[in-house]
T-cell receptor
Framework: QKEVEQNSGPLSVPEGAIASLNCTYS??????FFWYRQYSGKSPELIMS????GDKEDGRFTAQLNKASQYVSLLIRDSQPSDSATYLC???????????FGKGTTLSVSS | EAQVTQNPRYLITVTGKKLTVTCSQN?????MSWYRQDPGLGLRQIYY???????DKGDVPEGYKVSRKEKRNFPLILESPSPNQTSLYFC?????????????FGSGTRLTVV
């Protein structure tokens, strides 16, 4: 069974710290990787996508991918209380098939 | 504005009373999908559609029906709702299922079946 695993949290960090969110996936052939943010009671919104090994940076967010270890992570620098949300990792196993979502990690940033 | 519109946002109904949740997108997306989200279970795919008149089951299709008669619309039908279908439902669309642009989600429908 194709799986995407995330620690449910909560992950608590103080304002200004780096938050590190992790995700592992079961299928070595996975092609595309996404991070979504979901505020309580709201819909998921895409914040990062990554396709090749290494780091991808967008503002305060950095996605890291290691296909050999089947591991993808999201770093949030200078965390703000407004970053408090659930972060969903999503993986595309095969081209033309649907994304598989992890259950999400809840992040709490305290001021 | 590019968006996925779901209606209603909130719905309380009784067991067995047929209901439809509508979903419409204005981005000319080929791919549309329905998810339900439950605490501890995450997002689970109910049905998806690759194009008009093409639909297929996701991971949890039991008790649901869909149709795709027009590209922009993808309604979710519960013929005989039961309390275990109480959930938060999301419609999503994209250019393709593995689109690099990711999915655009609707605002969600919180359904309670009593």
């Amino acid at each position: 069974q194709k799986e995407v695993e995330q620690n449910s949290g909560p992950l608590s960090v103080p304002e200004g710290a780096i938050a590190s969110l992790n995700c592992t996936y079961s299928d070595r052939g996975s092609q595309s990787f996404f991070w979504y943010r979901q505020y309580s009671g709201k819909s998921p919104e895409l914040i990062m996508s990554i396709y090749s090994n290494g780091d991808k940076e967008d503002g305060r967010f950095t996605a890291q991918l290691n296909k050999a270890s089947q591991y993808v992570s999201l770093l949030i620098r200078d965390s703000q209380p407004s970053d408090s949300a659930t972060y969903l990792c999503a993986v595309n196993i095969e081209p033309g098939t649907a994304l598989i979502f992890g259950k999400g990690t809840t992040l709490s940033v305290s001021s | 504005e590019a968006q996925v519109t779901q209606n209603p946002r909130y719905l309380i109904t009784v067991t067995g009373k047929k209901l439809t949740v509508t979903c419409s997108q204005n981005m000319n997306h080929e791919y549309m999908s329905w998810y339900r989200q439950d605490p501890g279970l995450g997002l689970r795919q109910i049905y998806y559609s690759m194009n008009v008149e093409v639909t297929d089951k996701g991971d949890v299709p039991e008790g649901y029906k869909v149709s795709r008669k027009e590209k922009r619309n993808f309604p979710l039908i519960l013929e005989s709702p039961s309390p275990n279908q109480t959930s938060l439902y999301f419609c999503a669309s994209s250019l393709s299922p593995d689109s690099g642009g990711g999915y655009t989600f609707g605002s969600g429908t919180r359904l309670t079946v009593v």
